[in-house]
């Protein structure tokens, strides 16, 4: 079974930074396109991020290009998304997210919460 | 970036009734768009991928169809568990979008 696990979100002030962790299992991980998507309070689904783990390729919107990065450590199985100069408009629910073989966003963790505010 | 325009935005529908959503793009996008469905307080699920593949797991009374930049999923007779929030994405070109949604509630 799938499982994906997020942590590391709360609340940080404008400008601040933090790390979003999601602890995989259930799957191969090495192979496996990750991504971040994320939803503001009561708005739509929007991507953030996505990293091929097989060969390291990364892509990022335009929105968070420059301020975020995403990694992959293979060898614990888990996804990281490093956040800094934090706006109030990246105040949302950030979701992990698989996606098989390019395709669809398959499997989705349960989100981790991160508020930006002073 | 493609847009992706869902209507309408709130469907009033019985259960046993039939649900046609719509999503259209700004651009062609082949048929590479699905289908998710999101409850309160819930993550996301894959419904529908490449237009009209069943995700593993989805009852059959869901179905998409479409191609170029009009598409359609449709909930033939539904279900009290499928009153929720309906997103179509597409995977075309980068970066990835979303609809806004479409809300599916009681009537």
């Known amino acids: 079974e799938v499982q994906l696990l997020e942590s590391g979100g709360g609340l940080v002030q404008p400008g601040g930074s933090l790390r979003l962790s999601c602890a995989a299992s259930?799957?191969?991980?090495?192979?496996?396109?990750m991504n971040w998507v994320r939803q503001a309070p009561g708005k739509g689904l929007e991507w953030v991020s996505t990293?091929?783990?097989?060969?390291?390729?990364?892509f990022y919107a335009d929105s968070v290009k420059g301020r975020f990065t995403i990694s992959s450590d293979n060898s614990k199985n888990t996804l990281y998304l490093q956040m800094s100069s934090l706006r109030a408009e990246d105040t949302a629910v950030y979701y992990c997210?698989?996606?098989?073989?390019?395709?669809?966003?398959?499997?989705w963790g349960q989100g981790t919460l991160v508020t930006v505010s002073s | 970036e493609i847009v992706l325009t869902q209507s309408p935005a709130t469907l009033s529908l019985s259960p046993g009734e039939r649900a046609t959503l719509s999503c259209r793009a700004s651009?062609?996008?082949?048929?590479?768009l699905a289908w998710y469905q999101q409850k309160p307080g819930q993550a996301p699920r894959l419904l529908i991928y490449?237009?009209?593949n069943r995700a593993t797991g989805i009852p059959a009374r869901f179905s998409g169809s479409g191609s170029g930049a009009d598409f359609t999923l449709t909930i033939s007779s539904l279900e009290p568990e499928d009153f929720a929030v309906y997103y179509c994405?597409?995977?075309?070109?980068?970066?990835?979008?979303f609809g806004g949604g479409t809300k599916v509630e009681i009537k």
């Open positions: 994405q597409q995977r075309s070109s980068w970066p990835i979008t």
């Open positions: 990293i091929s783990n097989s060969d390291g390729r990364t």
């Open positions: 651009q062609s996008i082949s048929n590479y």
């Open positions: 997210v698989t996606r098989s073989n390019w395709k669809a966003f398959d499997c």
């Open positions: 490449d237009t009209s």
């Open positions: 259930g799957f191969t991980f090495t192979s496996t396109v």
